[in-house]
């Protein structure tokens, strides 16, 4: 479907510009059939050097004000209707052609010192026009361009993302026999220990989902929650009953699918940036709502500062934006801070 859009595209673009070739090529003899040529040779203003500086100034000026009205200005009003564009598109291109078509009248006079004729100031409203449409249809076709540069622009940065995913994966890849053999000796260790046994049963876990969640894009909520589960038992054997975790999702959505760790990261984003203490422990609420994921929590910020790199929610949104082809929602409202995960 994709191509055949771009091949139709491809052929009103020829066709349109096929078209103005052609009515360009006739229009001399347009003009010599309803008599026109002899009628503007004898009624033409005298040809002098500021006759032409005017002229060609004038036209250079028409030239790129519509280039950039069709190729860069239209990114203002591009998230509009069609229908609405072409209205906008019209009514700027119509007023563009009077007011140069004034501009040029006006400093014709001045500058020239020759006042231009009814039939001078008809013939170039018609050239200006014919201007603006050659020019129009010039920009849609360089648009066009921009478009298609800007896709293998997207295209070479994920085929780089790919290729540094890979690479990063086979760096995690290394020897993780090493740390679950660490963890195994651990655990004979302190055997009697049935807290420290589940935690590092936890641990163990967590680590072998993160490395699997490497070699898949998306995975089941119903998986995502299971490893939040084990990541919240690491967080309480820590912080014990000052902080609440509080899940409520639908059973239907527990086959929808998400990147992994996504949950996880709001989770520890929370945890890392409010205050966690006996006078105000900390609350977080996961639900789904809506054909959403929200978690939030109230806003109490530590009064120590806190290492960041500020990359968490930007990569979790670059991460939805490329394989859901959504966005992330991001409220901070009324002392409550909620971030929205697009399921379907």
């Given at each position: 479907?994709?191509?055949?859009?771009?091949k139709e595209?491809?052929?009103?673009?020829?066709?349109k510009?096929s078209?103005?070739?052609?009515?360009?090529?006739s229009?001399?003899?347009?003009?010599?059939?309803?008599?026109?040529?002899?009628?503007?040779t004898?009624s033409?203003?005298?040809?002098?050097?500021?006759d032409i500086?005017?002229?060609f100034?004038?036209?250079?000026?028409?030239?790129?004000?519509?280039?950039?009205l069709?190729?860069?200005?239209?990114?203002?009003?591009?998230h509009?209707?069609i229908?609405?564009?072409?209205?906008?598109t019209?009514l700027l291109n119509?007023f563009?052609l009077?007011?140069?078509?004034?501009?040029f009248?006006?400093?014709y006079?001045?500058?020239?010192?020759?006042k231009?004729?009814?039939?001078e100031?008809?013939l170039?409203?018609?050239?200006?026009?014919?201007?603006l449409?050659?020019?129009?249809?010039?920009?849609?076709v360089l648009?066009y361009?921009?478009?298609?540069?800007?896709?293998?622009?997207?295209?070479q940065?994920l085929?780089?993302q790919?290729?540094?995913s890979?690479?990063?994966a086979?760096?995690?890849?290394?020897?993780?026999?090493?740390l679950?053999?660490?963890?195994n000796?651990?655990?004979?260790?302190?055997?009697?220990?049935?807290?420290?046994?589940?935690?590092?049963n936890k641990?163990s876990?967590?680590?072998?989902?993160?490395?699997?969640?490497?070699?898949?894009d998306l995975?089941?909520?119903?998986?995502?929650?299971k490893?939040?589960?084990?990541?919240i038992?690491?967080?309480?054997?820590?912080y014990?009953?000052?902080?609440?975790?509080?899940?409520?999702?639908?059973?239907?959505y527990l086959?929808?699918?998400i990147p992994?760790?996504?949950?996880?990261?709001?989770?520890?984003?929370?945890?890392?940036?409010?205050?966690?203490?006996?006078?105000?422990?900390?609350?977080i609420y996961?639900?789904?709502?809506?054909?959403?994921?929200?978690?939030?929590?109230?806003?109490?910020?530590?009064?120590?500062?806190?290492?960041?790199?500020?990359?968490?929610?930007?990569?979790?949104?670059?991460?939805f934006?490329l394989?859901k082809?959504?966005?992330i929602s991001?409220?901070?409202?009324?002392e409550?801070?909620?971030?929205?995960?697009?399921?379907?």
């Open positions: 479907m994709y191509r055949s859009l771009k595209i491809s052929n009103s673009i020829i066709l510009i078209a103005i070739i052609s009515g360009l090529i229009i001399p003899r347009i003009l010599t059939l309803f008599d026109i040529t002899e009628k503007i004898d033409y203003t005298d040809v002098n050097i500021n500086i005017v002229r100034i004038s036209l250079f000026l028409l030239c790129i004000l519509s280039f950039y069709n190729t860069r200005w239209k990114i203002i009003y591009s509009y209707s229908s609405y564009r072409n209205g906008i019209f119509s563009l009077l007011a140069m078509v004034q501009l009248v006006i400093s006079n001045n500058i020239v010192g020759q231009l004729t009814e039939s100031i008809g170039t409203y018609f050239v200006y026009f014919v201007i449409i050659i020019t129009f249809f010039i920009s849609r648009r361009q921009i478009i298609h540069q800007q896709d293998l622009l997207e295209k940065q085929k780089q790919s290729l540094e890979e690479l990063s086979l760096k995690n890849q290394i020897n993780p026999h090493f679950f053999n660490s963890l000796t651990l655990k004979s260790i302190v055997q009697e220990n049935e807290q420290a046994d589940t935690f590092i641990l876990y967590m680590y072998r989902y993160i490395l699997q969640s490497g070699i898949s995975v089941t909520i119903e998986e995502e929650l490893f939040l589960n084990s990541y038992h690491l967080l309480q054997t820590r014990r009953n000052r902080l609440e975790i509080y899940i409520n999702i639908e059973d239907n086959n929808k699918k992994p760790l996504s949950i996880q990261l709001l989770v520890e984003n929370a945890v890392k940036h409010n205050e966690i203490s006996e006078q105000h422990p900390l609350h996961v639900f789904s709502k809506e054909e959403k994921i929200q978690v939030e929590n109230k806003i109490r910020p530590r009064k120590e500062l806190v290492e960041s790199t500020g990359n968490g929610l930007i990569n979790i949104n670059k991460r934006q394989l082809n959504k966005s991001i409220q901070s409202k009324d409550m801070f909620s971030v929205k995960l697009p399921i379907n």
